[in-house]
């Protein structure tokens, strides 16, 4: 590309992002806030993120955790649970410290840290075993996240539901608080992949242009999105493929009257098929790649409970859904929940639940 060219890409760039209304949300005075407490002198900082976690949650983190790092803070990264395989590629230097298996170190941490960072989650419950470590800590709390309708548990709430995923956010939120100068070749790497995974490479979840100007602009700190995206979704095991093809083949039902396809797998089916964290990500997805259907749930058994993962397209609200049946939460197109009756009791209660959003799933549009 000529340099010139280039250069006047990034002009127009900085000229639109002030045209368009970014961080609608968040008060100047949070961004006043923060910027003091991370210029005035080095801070030990523990980033925190949800249960399972994903693409996003993880990639914003990294990302968060490098510009941080390099701002010369302290910086930690602890995760309720292990996370998938798919994710292990990143290059950085922030240590992550998987709650579930290193509880003393993530002690430590939660008391040593001055500052809290909670992304890409909404509501404590969501940091499963974590959560009273997240409700107790007494110094600052930031709350940096996408998820509508978050409950007040920060000093200094962030939530931008209109951005595709919390990695685009924590980009603005750099910029924002002036510490662009220190985001770098991994951290850009690392805010790519969360918003690539959370808008399931850029073909949902995207409502505003910014979002592809964020995307260019991570470009410029030369980072490859082809190995980014080989490296997330050509990375499968074979055992994960096996599994894929059997819960389409042997645990789907189509339910047309209802423009609506369910899937479930037993510890047993999962086990049989050798799973790992991360394996069934992104399952849920393809049945909504069938012609007409708007609705797909995934109900999979855990040891104490049923979790279940909701999709839709257009305008069905499988957050409201599974808010109101399943104790869960999430986007509109996107949501999670959980349920404490068996599997296919569970199953069967969504069956029985459908009869009631006949006519909005039938006036879906999409
Ligand atoms: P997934 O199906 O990929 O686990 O989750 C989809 C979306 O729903 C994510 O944005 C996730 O944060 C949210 N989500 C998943 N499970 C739950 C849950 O149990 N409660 C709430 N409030 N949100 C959830
Ligand atoms: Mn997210």
Aim: with cysteine; glycine share 6%; charged share 25%.
């Amino acid at each position: 590309m000529r340099k010139d060219a280039f250069v006047r890409t990034s002009d127009f760039l900085s000229l639109s992002i002030q045209i368009y209304n970014i961080l609608i949300n968040t008060g100047n005075e949070i961004f006043t806030s923060l910027q003091d407490l991370l210029t005035r002198r080095k801070q030990k900082i523990l980033l925190v993120t949800h249960e399972n976690p994903d693409g996003d949650a993880i990639g914003s983190s990294i990302g968060l955790g490098e510009v941080l790092l390099h701002a010369g803070h302290d910086v930690k990264i602890v995760v309720p649970n292990d996370y998938p395989l798919f994710l292990h590629w990143f290059s950085s230097n922030v240590e992550i410290i998987v709650h579930i298996r290193q509880k003393k170190e993530a002690r430590i941490h939660f008391e040593e840290a001055d500052l809290l960072i909670c992304l890409d989650f909404n509501e404590t419950k969501r940091t499963a075993q974590m959560r009273k470590k997240v409700e107790q800590f007494s110094k600052i709390k930031v709350l940096i996240d996408h998820h509508p309708n978050p409950s007040e548990f920060c000093d200094y709430m962030i939530s931008e539901p209109e951005y595709s995923s919390t990695a685009e956010l924590v980009f603005d939120v750099i910029d924002r608080i002036h510490l662009m100068q220190h985001l770098h070749h991994h951290a850009a790497e690392a805010l790519f992949a969360g918003i690539m995974t959370d808008t399931g490479s850029f073909s949902h979840n995207i409502s505003r242009p910014q979002t592809f100007q964020t995307i260019a602009r991570l470009m410029e700190w030369g980072i490859d999105t082809e190995k980014i995206h080989a490296a997330v979704y050509h990375n499968f095991s074979a055992h994960r493929m096996k599994l894929l093809g059997y819960s389409l083949n042997q645990n789907m039902e189509v339910l047309p009257e209802y423009r609506t396809a369910v899937m479930w797998l037993s510890q047993k089916e999962l086990e049989e098929h050798h799973f790992q964290p991360g394996d069934t990500e992104g399952f849920v997805n393809y049945p909504l790649s069938i012609r007409d259907i708007v609705f797909s749930a995934l109900f999979m058994e855990k040891n104490d409970h049923v979790k279940i993962s909701f999709r839709s397209k257009g305008n069905f609200p499988v957050n409201d859904f599974s808010r109101t049946h399943f104790t869960g939460g999430g986007h509109r197109n996107a949501a999670g929940g959980e349920c404490a009756l068996p599997l296919d009791q569970a199953v069967e209660k969504f069956r029985q639940l459908l009869a009631g959003y006949k006519h909005q799933l039938l006036e879906t549009t999409i």
